[in-house]
């Protein structure tokens, strides 16, 4: 079992910067693929992005790409999104997630253990 829990939301404005942070108990992280997705309101969880390897391989969707990262601490066996130039569009629930397959994992069901979500607000 793993747990994770997500922290650093809240409202920046448009051009501004976040640091969502997931800290994760219960297995190590480096023996998992961790992920990062959002869900606006009436909308699907979209990917956002991954890490994967003791290389830290990543991989972003292309909304994001140049704009985020996602940089890990396996001794603190904590993931990060640090997320630039933040958008209006940005705007979502953001959702960490791991799962014990390797490689890029984009879709939602291929994650077994979720975060319980952190709001991040871009105002215009």
């Known amino acids: 079992q793993v747990q994770l829990v997500e922290s650093g939301g809240g409202l920046v404005q448009a051009g501004g910067s976040l640091r969502l942070s997931c800290a994760a108990s219960?297995?190590?992280?480096?023996?998992?693929?961790l992920g990062w997705f959002r869900q606006a309101p009436g909308k699907a969880r979209d990917f956002v992005a991954t890490?994967?390897?003791?290389?830290?391989?990543?991989y972003y969707a292309d909304s994001v790409k140049g704009r985020f990262t996602i940089p890990r601490d396996n001794a603190k066996n904590t993931v990060y999104l640090q997320m630039n130039s933040l958008k209006p569009e940005d705007t979502a629930v953001y959702y960490c997630?791991?799962?014990?397959?390797?490689?890029?994992?984009?879709?939602?069901?291929?994650?077994?253990?979720w975060g319980q979500g952190t709001q991040v607000t871009v105002s215009s």
């Open positions: 890490i994967w390897s003791s290389a830290g391989s990543t």
């Open positions: 997630a791991a799962t014990g397959r390797l490689g890029i994992t984009t879709r939602p069901t291929q994650y077994n253990y």
């Open positions: 219960g297995r190590t992280l480096s023996r998992h693929a």
